[in-house]
């Protein structure tokens, strides 16, 4: 199993930039898609981003699309969430998630609540205006 462990979350101004990291271990990282997904307070937990292994597809949530970057490095075993033009809908506590062993990359963009596996603590964004 994969361990994870994101950072990078806090007070962030209207139109601010935020980066978060999410720290991998354990299972290969290099070898599975990565993913984040968002939980605001009083709603249910939201897609944000998904990246391929190998960093050659990505897939954003409408909501953050132009706006937000998923990217990895997998030398590091890190993946990143760079969030740019914040808005205050963008206040949650963001988790980032592994693929699930024995889903493929096409599964994960068709349906990533089920094989994108939240497995970190998560960190919270707060968006202020």
């Known amino acids: 199993q994969v361990q994870l462990e994101e950072s990078g979350g806090g007070l962030a101004q209207v139109g601010g930039s935020l980066r978060l990291s999410c720290a991998a271990s354990g299972r290969t990282f290099s070898s599975i898609a990565m993913g984040w997904f968002r939980q605001a307070p009083g709603k249910k937990r939201e897609f944000v981003a998904a990246i391929s292994y190998s960093s050659m597809s990505t897939t954003y949530a409408d909501s953050v699309k132009g706006r937000f970057t998923i990217s990895r490095d997998n030398a590091k075993s890190t993946l990143y969430l760079q969030m740019n033009n914040l808005t205050p809908e963008d206040t949650a506590v963001y988790y980032c998630?592994?693929?699930?062993?024995?889903?493929?990359?096409?599964?994960?963009?068709?349906?990533?609540?089920?094989?994108?596996?939240?497995r970190g603590q998560g960190t919270l964004v707060t968006v202020s205006s």
């Open positions: 998630a592994a693929q699930r062993l024995g889903s493929s990359w096409t599964s994960v963009v068709r349906d990533a609540d089920r094989y994108l596996e939240v």
